[in-house]
Nanobody, 116 residues
Framework: QVQLVESGGGLVQPGESLRLSCAAS????????MGWYRQAPGKQREAVAT???????NYGDFVKGRFTISRDNAKNTVHLQMDRLKPEDTAAYYC??????????WGQGIQVTVSS
């Protein structure tokens, strides 16, 4: 099992930035991939960005160059840098870890609100 703790959320104005962090309870080096997902009220959870153990990244179409996912294996942490935030980015953001091919764990989630 991998325990995941998200941090860095909050309230920002449109156009501003936030950096989310996901700290894992153990080494992330061998995890298949980690990712960020989000869920807005009344909507399904969607993938924001993922990063594999080899560093390959993938982003949701709505990101369009605004977000960057990265991993710090030494600190067992994955970051999501979010720039040029929009009101439609408002959601609860969740960290996910996939390992051993089929097992997964999720963080508790953290709120991001973009509003003027």
């Amino acid at each position: 099992q991998v325990q995941l703790v998200e941090s860095g959320g909050g309230l920002v104005q449109p156009g501003e930035s936030l950096r989310l962090s996901c700290a894992a309870s153990r080494s992330i080096f061998s995890l298949n991939f980690m990712g960020w997902y989000r869920q807005a009220p009344g909507k399904q959870r969607e993938a924001v960005a993922t990063i594999t153990s080899g560093g390959r990244t993938n982003y949701g179409d709505f990101v369009k160059g605004r977000f960057t996912i990265s991993r710090d294996n030494a600190k067992n942490t994955v970051h999501l840098q979010m720039d040029r935030l929009k009101p439609e980015d408002t959601a609860a953001y969740y960290c996910r870890a996939v390992y051993n091919g089929v097992r997964e764990d999720w963080g508790q989630g953290i709120q991001v609100t973009v509003s003027s």
